[in-house]
């Protein structure tokens, strides 16, 4: 089976006035690609931390991370950029748009960044599949909150289209079969109402779907958490429970893992 993305007994530990503080406690999980994870749990739980490590944004105090087949945790803070630049998607509570681009310019930024041709005319395309064709030259200042986290779905889904697709081709395990990008979103329906919220999910999850992505969110919903194919419950840094198919996991659970029906 191709893992998109594998933990192994990870740690993680800061310093604090009264010594160590130890933030998440052995933690090991693996992720098929194309399929959704939620990380649920209470505010401290740990689950935002677990986001930023498997990302490559920090780095464990113990433990490996593979991302698309290759260990993060034996790179430089410049390697693992790259690789974040090449297949990783981010998608986050506060949309994190640059106020003086506008939405097309928004999304195909990243795209830019890494010298691809056609970025504009991808942004236009990813901004229609989330129903902002008609946005593509307004500002964020200029749409509704629910607007800016769609064109924030479309800048991550259209970053990882074209980088994602590389993957086994730049892959030394040629037969791994990973050929997408993945997407983590912390609580990207926090800052939304009800209405705005469910029509966010529907796009992550139709967007999911189709072009194949890796999914890993982070959520205090439960209807959200529920739509993923794999759900972990943390508590006070640990994976206290999980939802999820036995192929999914590395040998924390073992037999305690329960298999979604």
Known sequence: MSVMLKAENLQHRVSTSEGPLTLLNDISLQLPPGQSLAITGASGSGKSTLLGLLAGLDRPTEGKIWLAGEEITAMDEEQRATLRARCVGFVFQTFQLLPGLTAQENVMLPSELRGERNAGKRAEEFLERVGLGHRLHH??????????????????????????????????????????????????????????????ID????????????????????????????HLRMAAGEITSADIPDSFLGDQFGDQTEVSA
């Not at 964020?140 to 289209?161: D, K, T």
């Not at 992505?213 to 982070?218: A, F, G, K, S």
Request: proline residues 2%; hydrophobic residues 35%; charged residues 20%.
């Open 139 to 200: 500002y964020p200042r200029q749409l509704s909150g629910g607007e800016q986290q769609r064109v924030a779905i479309a800048r991550a889904f259209c970053s990882i289209a074209a980088g994602g697709r590389s993957i086994a081709n730049q892959s030394s395990d040629t037969s791994s079969g990973i050929n997408s990008g993945i997407l983590f979103a912390d609580e990207p329906t926090g800052s939304l109402d009800a209405n705005n919220g469910e029509k966010v």
């Open 203 to 230: 796009l992550l999850f139709n967007l999911n779907a189709e072009t194949g992505t890796t999914l890993v969110l982070v959520t205090h919903e439960q209807r959200l958490a529920e739509r993923c194919g794999a």
